[in-house]
């Protein structure tokens, strides 16, 4: 295991101290996992953003799409554990 030093404000370091006492957490231990946190959310974010330019990919390969308005429709019904029918991609090209 490898060793980082960190620089933090002295009103940052008394802050991070008070949060890792409330969660019963050494200041350290609180921050490698406040940094592994960001580490996933950011990695999270960058598949995300893979995925997204793919799908707009194919989206210009096959000249198809979904109407945003039924696709809200669909996310809605499931978020409320109704039945939903998946949207059909359509054309956009005329």
Do not use: C
């Amino acid at each position: 295991m490898s060793t980082t030093s960190l620089k933090l404000s002295r009103d940052m370091k008394e802050r991070t101290a008070a949060i890792a006492r409330a969660q019963g957490l050494t200041p350290h231990a609180f921050m490698v996992g406040a940094i592994e946190q960001a580490a996933i959310a950011a990695e999270h974010r960058a598949g995300f953003v893979a995925d997204a330019l793919a799908a707009r990919e194919v989206m210009l390969k096959t000249g198809k799409g979904y109407a945003v308005d039924e696709v809200h429709a669909y996310l809605r019904n499931r978020i409320a554990g109704k039945p939903a029918k998946r949207p059909k991609a359509k054309s956009w090209r005329v």
